[in-house]
Protein backbone atom coordinates (compact mmCIF):
# COMPACT_ATOMS: atom_id res chain seq x y z
CA UNK A 1 0.00 0.00 0.00
CA UNK A 2 1.76 3.31 -0.95
CA UNK A 3 1.81 6.37 1.31
CA UNK A 4 -1.60 8.08 -0.44
CA UNK A 5 -3.24 5.58 -0.08
CA UNK A 6 -2.20 5.22 3.70
CA UNK A 7 -3.29 8.77 4.07
CA UNK A 8 -6.28 8.15 2.25
CA UNK A 9 -7.26 5.27 4.74
CA UNK A 10 -6.01 7.00 7.80
CA UNK A 11 -7.86 9.95 7.79
CA UNK A 12 -11.05 8.77 5.21
CA UNK A 13 -10.53 11.39 2.96
CA UNK A 14 -12.80 9.77 -0.07
CA UNK A 15 -15.34 8.76 2.34
CA UNK A 16 -15.43 12.80 3.24
CA UNK A 17 -15.46 13.16 -0.40
CA UNK A 18 -12.10 15.30 -0.52
CA UNK A 19 -8.62 14.83 -1.70
CA UNK A 20 -4.92 14.79 -0.47
CA UNK A 21 -4.66 17.80 -2.58
CA UNK A 22 -7.35 19.67 -0.84
CA UNK A 23 -7.32 18.88 2.59
CA UNK A 24 -3.02 20.64 2.06
CA UNK A 25 -4.45 23.66 0.20
CA UNK A 26 -6.67 23.91 3.04
CA UNK A 27 -4.54 23.53 5.87
CA UNK A 28 -2.15 25.87 4.14
CA UNK A 29 -5.03 28.44 3.87
CA UNK A 30 -6.10 28.27 7.55
CA UNK A 31 -2.07 28.22 8.96
CA UNK A 32 -2.02 31.65 6.98
CA UNK A 33 -5.08 33.49 7.93
CA UNK A 34 -3.92 32.13 12.07
CA UNK A 35 -0.46 32.52 11.41
CA UNK A 36 -0.30 36.11 13.29
CA UNK A 37 -0.88 34.16 16.64
CA UNK A 38 2.63 33.52 16.70
CA UNK A 39 3.75 37.19 16.32
CA UNK A 40 0.94 38.45 18.83
CA UNK A 41 0.89 36.38 21.77
CA UNK A 42 4.24 37.12 22.69
CA UNK A 43 3.36 40.57 22.05
CA UNK A 44 0.72 40.13 24.59
CA UNK A 45 2.05 38.03 27.30
CA UNK A 46 5.33 39.88 27.73
CA UNK A 47 5.44 42.69 29.76
CA UNK A 48 4.59 46.57 28.55
CA UNK A 49 5.41 48.89 30.49
CA UNK A 50 3.77 51.33 27.98
CA UNK A 51 0.65 49.54 28.61
CA UNK A 52 -1.78 50.21 31.59
CA UNK A 53 -1.79 46.75 33.31
CA UNK A 54 0.35 44.86 30.96
CA UNK A 55 2.70 43.31 33.24
CA UNK A 56 2.93 40.21 31.87
CA UNK A 57 5.53 37.39 31.56
CA UNK A 58 8.91 39.40 32.43
CA UNK A 59 12.16 37.17 33.44
CA UNK A 60 15.30 39.02 35.30
CA UNK A 61 18.19 39.68 33.01
CA UNK A 62 16.28 38.66 30.22
CA UNK A 63 15.67 41.56 27.25
CA UNK A 64 11.63 41.89 26.13
CA UNK A 65 12.77 40.83 22.72
CA UNK A 66 14.47 37.67 24.10
CA UNK A 67 11.49 36.83 26.20
CA UNK A 68 8.82 37.17 22.97
CA UNK A 69 11.28 35.05 21.10
CA UNK A 70 11.08 32.45 23.68
CA UNK A 71 6.87 32.82 24.13
CA UNK A 72 6.97 32.50 20.13
CA UNK A 73 8.89 29.28 20.65
CA UNK A 74 6.81 28.10 23.30
CA UNK A 75 3.46 29.17 21.16
CA UNK A 76 4.34 27.24 17.88
CA UNK A 77 5.20 24.21 19.68
CA UNK A 78 1.75 24.32 21.95
CA UNK A 79 -0.31 25.01 18.86
CA UNK A 80 1.50 22.64 16.94
CA UNK A 81 0.56 19.56 19.47
CA UNK A 82 -2.81 20.65 19.85
CA UNK A 83 -3.19 20.89 16.41
CA UNK A 84 -1.63 17.50 15.75
CA UNK A 85 -4.05 15.70 18.48
CA UNK A 86 -6.60 17.41 16.52
CA UNK A 87 -5.40 15.70 13.62
CA UNK A 88 -4.79 12.25 14.50
CA UNK A 89 -7.18 11.86 17.19
CA UNK A 90 -10.28 13.47 16.33
CA UNK A 91 -9.85 13.69 12.20
CA UNK A 92 -11.13 16.88 12.15
CA UNK A 93 -9.88 20.05 10.10
CA UNK A 94 -9.59 22.66 12.89
CA UNK A 95 -6.40 24.25 14.42
CA UNK A 96 -5.48 25.29 17.78
CA UNK A 97 -3.39 27.67 19.25
CA UNK A 98 -3.17 30.18 22.23
CA UNK A 99 -6.56 32.37 22.38
CA UNK A 100 -6.65 36.40 21.74
CA UNK A 101 -8.34 37.23 24.98
CA UNK A 102 -7.98 35.04 27.73
CA UNK A 103 -4.00 36.24 27.17
CA UNK A 104 -4.77 39.64 27.69
CA UNK A 105 -6.71 37.88 30.79
CA UNK A 106 -3.13 36.59 31.77
CA UNK A 107 -1.34 39.45 31.45
CA UNK A 108 -3.99 42.02 31.99
CA UNK A 109 -6.22 40.86 34.72
CA UNK A 110 -4.22 37.78 36.44
CA UNK A 111 -0.77 39.26 36.53
CA UNK A 112 -1.23 43.16 35.86
CA UNK A 113 -4.69 43.95 37.93
CA UNK A 114 -4.67 41.37 40.37
CA UNK A 115 -0.74 41.07 40.74
CA UNK A 116 -0.44 37.12 41.10
CA UNK A 117 2.72 36.00 39.61
CA UNK A 118 3.19 34.81 36.26
CA UNK A 119 4.45 31.30 36.98
CA UNK A 120 1.05 30.62 39.30
CA UNK A 121 -1.34 32.49 36.23
CA UNK A 122 0.42 29.44 34.20
CA UNK A 123 -0.47 27.08 37.26
CA UNK A 124 -4.02 27.71 37.16
CA UNK A 125 -3.76 27.63 32.98
CA UNK A 126 -2.58 24.25 33.44
CA UNK A 127 -5.32 23.20 36.23
CA UNK A 128 -7.86 24.47 34.03
CA UNK A 129 -6.70 21.80 31.15
CA UNK A 130 -6.33 18.79 33.67
CA UNK A 131 -10.06 19.62 34.49
CA UNK A 132 -10.59 20.18 30.81
CA UNK A 133 -9.60 16.69 30.29
CA UNK A 134 -11.07 14.97 33.24
CA UNK A 135 -14.48 16.76 32.72
CA UNK A 136 -14.15 15.30 28.95
CA UNK A 137 -13.27 12.27 29.58
CA UNK A 138 -16.01 11.48 31.80
CA UNK A 139 -18.32 12.80 29.49
CA UNK A 140 -19.78 15.74 31.62
CA UNK A 141 -20.10 18.43 28.84
CA UNK A 142 -23.97 18.65 28.57
CA UNK A 143 -23.80 19.01 32.09
CA UNK A 144 -21.29 21.79 32.03
CA UNK A 145 -23.09 23.55 29.53
CA UNK A 146 -26.57 23.89 31.39
CA UNK A 147 -24.56 25.11 34.57
CA UNK A 148 -24.15 28.74 32.92
CA UNK A 149 -26.87 31.10 31.79
CA UNK A 150 -26.98 31.51 28.10
CA UNK A 151 -27.42 34.93 27.64
CA UNK A 152 -23.82 35.12 29.40
CA UNK A 153 -22.59 32.11 26.85
CA UNK A 154 -23.78 34.18 23.88
CA UNK A 155 -22.05 37.72 25.55
CA UNK A 156 -19.09 36.26 26.75
CA UNK A 157 -17.13 36.77 23.19
CA UNK A 158 -18.17 40.56 22.08
CA UNK A 159 -17.37 41.30 25.28
CA UNK A 160 -13.74 39.87 25.01
CA UNK A 161 -14.12 41.90 21.17
CA UNK A 162 -14.09 44.98 23.16
CA UNK A 163 -11.78 44.51 25.58
CA UNK A 164 -9.42 43.08 22.32
CA UNK A 165 -9.93 46.41 20.95
CA UNK A 166 -8.93 48.70 23.82
CA UNK A 167 -6.07 47.01 24.29
CA UNK A 168 -5.06 47.24 20.85
CA UNK A 169 -5.93 50.86 20.60
CA UNK A 170 -4.16 51.73 23.55
CA UNK A 171 -1.00 49.96 22.05
CA UNK A 172 -1.33 51.86 18.87
CA UNK A 173 -1.52 55.23 20.69
CA UNK A 174 -5.03 56.02 19.27
CA UNK A 175 -6.87 55.53 22.47
CA UNK A 176 -4.92 57.59 25.40
CA UNK A 177 -5.72 58.21 29.34
CA UNK A 178 -7.27 61.49 29.57
CA UNK A 179 -7.74 62.87 33.41
CA UNK A 180 -10.88 64.59 32.32
CA UNK A 181 -13.05 61.38 30.52
CA UNK A 182 -10.51 58.66 31.08
CA UNK A 183 -9.69 58.28 27.50
CA UNK A 184 -9.69 60.29 24.81
CA UNK A 185 -8.42 60.77 21.02
CA UNK A 186 -4.68 60.39 20.59
CA UNK A 187 -2.56 62.99 18.81
CA UNK A 188 -2.82 60.95 15.19
CA UNK A 189 -1.70 63.18 13.00
CA UNK A 190 1.48 64.43 15.36
CA UNK A 191 2.41 60.86 17.03
CA UNK A 192 4.13 59.27 14.13
CA UNK A 193 2.67 56.05 15.97
CA UNK A 194 -0.31 56.50 16.06
CA UNK A 195 -0.85 57.90 12.61
CA UNK A 196 1.69 54.83 11.21
CA UNK A 197 -0.27 52.14 13.03
CA UNK A 198 -4.24 54.10 11.64
CA UNK A 199 -2.31 53.51 8.15
CA UNK A 200 -1.78 49.99 8.76
CA UNK A 201 -4.96 49.01 10.85
CA UNK A 202 -6.67 50.13 7.42
CA UNK A 203 -4.66 48.41 5.37
CA UNK A 204 -5.06 45.38 6.87
CA UNK A 205 -9.10 46.08 7.04
CA UNK A 206 -8.61 46.39 3.40
CA UNK A 207 -6.86 43.61 2.58
CA UNK A 208 -9.19 40.99 5.06
CA UNK A 209 -12.11 42.51 3.49
CA UNK A 210 -11.08 41.39 0.16
CA UNK A 211 -11.00 38.29 1.78
CA UNK A 212 -6.49 37.63 1.10
CA UNK A 213 -5.10 34.71 2.97
CA UNK A 214 -2.88 35.61 6.22
CA UNK A 215 -4.18 39.69 5.95
CA UNK A 216 -3.38 40.38 9.46
CA UNK A 217 0.24 39.25 9.14
CA UNK A 218 0.44 40.91 5.85
CA UNK A 219 -0.97 44.19 7.37
CA UNK A 220 1.83 43.46 10.42
CA UNK A 221 4.30 42.97 8.10
CA UNK A 222 3.91 46.02 5.88
CA UNK A 223 3.68 48.40 9.25
CA UNK A 224 6.19 47.19 10.50
CA UNK A 225 8.22 47.24 7.18
CA UNK A 226 6.92 50.83 6.65
CA UNK A 227 8.15 52.03 10.33
CA UNK A 228 11.35 50.66 9.81
CA UNK A 229 11.95 52.63 6.36
CA UNK A 230 10.51 56.19 8.22
CA UNK A 231 13.21 55.58 11.03
CA UNK A 232 15.71 54.22 8.60
CA UNK A 233 15.43 56.85 5.40
CA UNK A 234 12.89 59.81 7.11
CA UNK A 235 13.04 61.89 9.57
CA UNK A 236 12.82 59.87 12.65
CA UNK A 237 14.70 58.49 15.30
CA UNK A 238 14.51 55.26 16.85
CA UNK A 239 13.35 56.99 19.71
CA UNK A 240 10.19 57.74 18.01
CA UNK A 241 9.27 54.07 18.79
CA UNK A 242 8.55 53.01 15.15
CA UNK A 243 10.71 50.12 15.20
CA UNK A 244 10.84 47.26 18.06
CA UNK A 245 13.57 48.45 21.27
CA UNK A 246 15.04 44.87 21.49
CA UNK A 247 15.50 42.38 18.82
CA UNK A 248 17.31 39.65 21.00
CA UNK A 249 16.30 35.76 20.64
CA UNK A 250 16.30 32.80 21.87
CA UNK A 251 15.64 29.20 21.42
CA UNK A 252 15.93 28.02 24.78
CA UNK A 253 12.67 28.23 26.70
CA UNK A 254 14.09 26.85 29.82
CA UNK A 255 13.12 29.35 31.80
CA UNK A 256 9.44 29.29 30.86
CA UNK A 257 8.84 25.09 30.67
CA UNK A 258 7.79 24.01 33.98
CA UNK A 259 7.61 27.45 35.80
CA UNK A 260 4.16 26.48 36.82
CA UNK A 261 5.28 24.09 39.27
CA UNK A 262 6.71 26.96 41.47
CA UNK A 263 3.49 28.87 40.85
CA UNK A 264 1.73 26.21 42.61
CA UNK A 265 2.84 27.32 45.96
CA UNK A 266 1.83 29.59 48.28
CA UNK A 267 -1.82 30.16 46.89
CA UNK A 268 -4.78 31.35 47.63
CA UNK A 269 -7.80 28.57 47.28
CA UNK A 270 -10.67 30.86 46.57
CA UNK A 271 -9.11 33.43 44.51
CA UNK A 272 -7.10 30.67 42.45
CA UNK A 273 -10.36 28.93 41.77
CA UNK A 274 -12.19 32.11 40.08
CA UNK A 275 -9.02 32.39 37.64
CA UNK A 276 -8.75 28.40 37.02
CA UNK A 277 -13.05 28.83 36.12
CA UNK A 278 -12.57 32.31 34.54
CA UNK A 279 -10.06 30.29 32.20
CA UNK A 280 -12.05 27.27 31.82
CA UNK A 281 -15.45 28.88 31.26
CA UNK A 282 -13.79 31.42 28.22
CA UNK A 283 -12.23 28.29 27.28
CA UNK A 284 -15.11 25.44 27.10
CA UNK A 285 -17.61 27.70 25.89
CA UNK A 286 -15.04 29.51 23.27
CA UNK A 287 -14.38 25.76 21.82
CA UNK A 288 -17.64 24.37 22.21
CA UNK A 289 -18.87 27.40 19.87
CA UNK A 290 -16.42 27.80 17.36
CA UNK A 291 -16.67 23.69 16.73
CA UNK A 292 -20.19 23.88 16.49
CA UNK A 293 -19.58 27.38 14.55
CA UNK A 294 -17.44 25.98 11.95
CA UNK A 295 -18.77 22.71 12.10
CA UNK A 296 -22.22 24.32 10.84
CA UNK A 297 -20.52 25.83 7.84
CA UNK A 298 -18.86 22.26 7.08
CA UNK A 299 -21.75 20.36 7.69
CA UNK A 300 -20.19 18.44 10.10
CA UNK A 301 -23.44 18.84 12.45
CA UNK A 302 -26.15 15.59 12.55
CA UNK A 303 -29.81 16.44 11.78
CA UNK A 304 -30.45 17.54 15.11
CA UNK A 305 -28.05 20.51 15.26
CA UNK A 306 -25.60 17.94 17.05
CA UNK A 307 -21.28 17.94 16.50
CA UNK A 308 -21.10 14.40 16.39
CA UNK A 309 -18.41 12.96 18.64
CA UNK A 310 -17.56 16.75 19.81
CA UNK A 311 -15.81 15.06 22.93
CA UNK A 312 -12.72 14.59 20.78
CA UNK A 313 -11.99 17.75 19.30
CA UNK A 314 -12.51 19.50 22.90
CA UNK A 315 -10.14 16.69 24.43
CA UNK A 316 -8.04 17.90 21.95
CA UNK A 317 -7.99 21.22 23.16
CA UNK A 318 -7.66 20.52 26.81
CA UNK A 319 -4.94 18.34 26.07
CA UNK A 320 -3.06 21.34 24.14
CA UNK A 321 -3.96 23.59 26.98
CA UNK A 322 -2.17 21.92 29.56
CA UNK A 323 0.93 21.04 27.25
CA UNK A 324 1.18 25.00 26.47
CA UNK A 325 1.01 25.85 30.33
CA UNK A 326 3.75 23.55 31.12
CA UNK A 327 5.62 25.30 28.50
CA UNK A 328 4.69 28.26 29.22
CA UNK A 329 2.04 30.06 27.61
CA UNK A 330 -1.83 31.01 27.94
CA UNK A 331 -5.06 28.44 27.32
CA UNK A 332 -5.09 26.88 24.05
CA UNK A 333 -8.26 26.88 22.10
CA UNK A 334 -9.83 26.40 18.52
CA UNK A 335 -9.48 29.22 16.18
CA UNK A 336 -12.26 30.50 14.20
CA UNK A 337 -9.84 30.83 11.27
CA UNK A 338 -10.31 27.43 11.12
CA UNK A 339 -13.56 28.28 8.91
CA UNK A 340 -11.44 29.63 6.22
CA UNK A 341 -9.83 26.01 5.73
CA UNK A 342 -13.14 24.44 5.55
CA UNK A 343 -14.46 26.60 2.92
CA UNK A 344 -11.60 25.56 0.71
CA UNK A 345 -12.70 21.96 1.15
CA UNK A 346 -10.58 20.97 3.98
CA UNK A 347 -13.01 18.23 5.93
CA UNK A 348 -10.96 15.65 7.81
CA UNK A 349 -7.62 15.95 10.07
CA UNK A 350 -5.21 16.02 7.17
CA UNK A 351 -5.89 19.74 6.92
CA UNK A 352 -4.88 19.89 11.01
CA UNK A 353 -2.09 18.10 10.20
CA UNK A 354 -0.90 20.13 7.43
CA UNK A 355 -1.48 23.21 10.29
CA UNK A 356 0.45 21.43 12.49
CA UNK A 357 3.90 20.88 10.47
CA UNK A 358 3.52 24.07 9.23
CA UNK A 359 3.47 25.67 12.80
CA UNK A 360 6.71 23.79 13.42
CA UNK A 361 8.02 25.22 10.14
CA UNK A 362 7.48 28.55 11.45
CA UNK A 363 10.05 28.41 14.07
CA UNK A 364 12.93 29.66 11.63
CA UNK A 365 10.25 32.94 12.04
CA UNK A 366 10.92 33.26 16.08
CA UNK A 367 12.97 35.94 14.70
CA UNK A 368 10.50 38.12 13.30
CA UNK A 369 8.32 37.70 16.74
CA UNK A 370 11.21 40.07 18.49
CA UNK A 371 11.80 42.25 16.00
CA UNK A 372 7.76 43.42 15.30
CA UNK A 373 6.82 46.50 17.49
CA UNK A 374 4.20 46.56 19.71
CA UNK A 375 1.72 48.97 17.56
CA UNK A 376 2.09 46.34 14.69
CA UNK A 377 1.79 43.45 16.47
CA UNK A 378 -1.91 45.15 18.38
CA UNK A 379 -3.51 45.80 15.26
CA UNK A 380 -3.94 41.72 15.04
CA UNK A 381 -6.36 42.74 18.35
CA UNK A 382 -8.34 45.25 17.04
CA UNK A 383 -9.32 43.17 13.38
CA UNK A 384 -10.12 40.19 15.49
CA UNK A 385 -11.77 42.37 17.94
CA UNK A 386 -14.25 44.04 15.74
CA UNK A 387 -15.01 40.31 14.12
CA UNK A 388 -16.21 39.17 17.73
CA UNK A 389 -18.15 42.07 17.79
CA UNK A 390 -20.88 39.31 15.27
CA UNK A 391 -21.71 37.50 18.25
CA UNK A 392 -23.98 39.47 19.54
CA UNK A 393 -26.71 38.87 17.17
CA UNK A 394 -27.28 35.51 18.84
CA UNK A 395 -28.08 37.28 22.33
CA UNK A 396 -32.29 37.49 22.48
CA UNK A 397 -32.62 41.66 22.52
CA UNK A 398 -36.08 41.57 23.17
CA UNK A 399 -35.58 39.56 26.39
CA UNK A 400 -34.84 41.80 29.08
CA UNK A 401 -33.93 38.84 31.56
CA UNK A 402 -31.19 38.21 28.73
CA UNK A 403 -30.75 42.04 27.70
CA UNK A 404 -29.59 42.36 31.25
CA UNK A 405 -26.95 39.79 31.98
CA UNK A 406 -25.61 39.86 28.20
CA UNK A 407 -24.99 43.65 28.17
CA UNK A 408 -23.64 43.56 31.82
CA UNK A 409 -20.91 41.16 30.52
CA UNK A 410 -20.17 42.65 27.61
CA UNK A 411 -19.69 46.17 29.13
CA UNK A 412 -17.96 45.35 31.83
CA UNK A 413 -14.95 43.38 30.67
CA UNK A 414 -13.50 46.68 28.81
CA UNK A 415 -14.69 49.24 31.56
CA UNK A 416 -12.78 47.07 34.02
CA UNK A 417 -10.23 45.52 31.92
CA UNK A 418 -11.02 42.30 33.20
CA UNK A 419 -13.31 39.33 31.15
CA UNK A 420 -13.49 37.67 34.80
CA UNK A 421 -15.27 41.02 35.79
CA UNK A 422 -17.61 40.73 32.76
CA UNK A 423 -18.51 37.10 32.86
CA UNK A 424 -19.22 37.70 37.04
CA UNK A 425 -21.55 40.55 36.10
CA UNK A 426 -23.70 38.38 33.81
CA UNK A 427 -23.59 35.64 36.06
CA UNK A 428 -24.59 37.92 38.83
CA UNK A 429 -27.28 39.18 37.53
CA UNK A 430 -28.90 36.46 35.75
CA UNK A 431 -30.85 34.84 38.61
CA UNK A 432 -32.07 38.26 40.03
CA UNK A 433 -33.59 39.50 36.13
CA UNK A 434 -35.26 36.03 35.72
CA UNK A 435 -36.62 36.05 39.54
CA UNK A 436 -37.68 40.01 38.90
CA UNK A 437 -39.59 38.82 35.88
CA UNK A 438 -41.30 35.79 38.01
CA UNK A 439 -39.72 33.51 35.62
CA UNK A 440 -37.58 31.38 38.41
CA UNK A 441 -38.46 28.06 36.59
CA UNK A 442 -35.41 28.94 34.29
CA UNK A 443 -32.88 29.35 37.01
CA UNK A 444 -31.19 26.37 38.11
CA UNK A 445 -29.50 25.70 41.23
CA UNK A 446 -26.07 26.02 39.48
CA UNK A 447 -27.01 29.85 38.89
CA UNK A 448 -27.68 30.42 42.37
CA UNK A 449 -24.74 28.78 43.57
CA UNK A 450 -22.22 30.23 40.87
CA UNK A 451 -23.62 34.08 41.31
CA UNK A 452 -23.32 33.30 45.05
CA UNK A 453 -19.67 32.65 44.89
CA UNK A 454 -18.67 35.92 43.04
CA UNK A 455 -20.78 37.94 45.38
CA UNK A 456 -18.52 36.16 48.65
CA UNK A 457 -15.61 36.71 46.14
CA UNK A 458 -16.34 40.49 45.22
CA UNK A 459 -17.43 40.93 49.14
CA UNK A 460 -14.72 39.38 50.61
CA UNK A 461 -11.72 41.13 47.79
CA UNK A 462 -13.35 45.16 47.87
CA UNK A 463 -13.75 45.28 51.91
CA UNK A 464 -10.06 44.00 52.20
CA UNK A 465 -10.58 40.92 54.15
CA UNK A 466 -8.87 39.18 51.58
CA UNK A 467 -4.88 40.01 51.54
CA UNK A 468 -1.52 39.22 50.29
CA UNK A 469 -0.19 37.19 46.78
CA UNK A 470 -2.40 34.48 45.01
Do not use: C
Not at 251 to 264: E, H
Not at 405 to 432: N, R
Amino acid sequence: MGLSETVNDYFDIQEHGSSIRTEILAGVTTFLTMSYIVIVNPSVLTDQPGIPGADGIAISGMAPGEVQSMLAVVTIIAAATATFIMAIYANRPFAQAPGLGLNAFFAFTVVGALGVPWQTALAAVVVEGVIFIILTAVGAREYIIRVFPEPVKFAVGTGIGLFLTIIGLQAMGIVVDDSATLITLGSVASDPVAFLSVLGLFVTFALYARGIPGSIIIGIVLTTVSGWAITTFGPFTPDAGLVAGSTAVSYDITPLAGAFISGLGNVEAFSFALIVFTFFFVDFFDTAGTLVGVGQAGDFLDETGNFPDIDRPLMADAVGTTVGGMLGTSTVTTYIESASGVEEGGSTGLTALTIAVLFVGSLLLVPLAAAIPLYASHIALVVIGIIMLQNVIDIEWNDITHTIPAGMTILVMPFTYSIAYGIAAGIVSYPIVKLAAGEVSDVRVGHWALALAFVVYFFVRTSGVLTGQL
